[in-house]
């Protein structure tokens, strides 16, 4: 199908949480052990030089608040005689 776009979906997808505690697991590392809410989050980012401090990216952190929806239907009727 040249020319076209086709996203292959999870129907159940992670959450950003459980993708962090997946790569803890993989990398030995500790698993996050609190939460802060993302609006506190980009509240505290905003502020100068603190973003520095807390290590953690401000565009990082939008990337993961972004609401993204993607329609996987084109691809679900090409495949669907694919068995």
């Known amino acids: 199908a040249p020319g076209r776009a086709y ?4 129907p159940s997808p992670y959450e950003a949480r459980r993708v962090w ?3 803890s697991q993989a990398t030995g590392r500790p698993s996050p052990s609190g ?10 980012l905003s502020a100068p030089g603190l973003e520095r401090f807390l290590r953690s990216p401000r565009a990082f952190l939008e990337q ?11 691809a ?6 694919s068995g």
């Open 7 to 10: 996203h292959v979906l999870d």
């Open 64 to 74: 993961l608040t972004l609401t993204v929806a993607y329609d996987d239907d084109h």
């Open 21 to 23: 505690e997946i790569v």
């Open 76 to 81: 679900r009727k090409l495949l669907a005689d």
């Open 35 to 44: 939460y802060i809410p993302s609006y506190v989050a980009k509240a505290l």
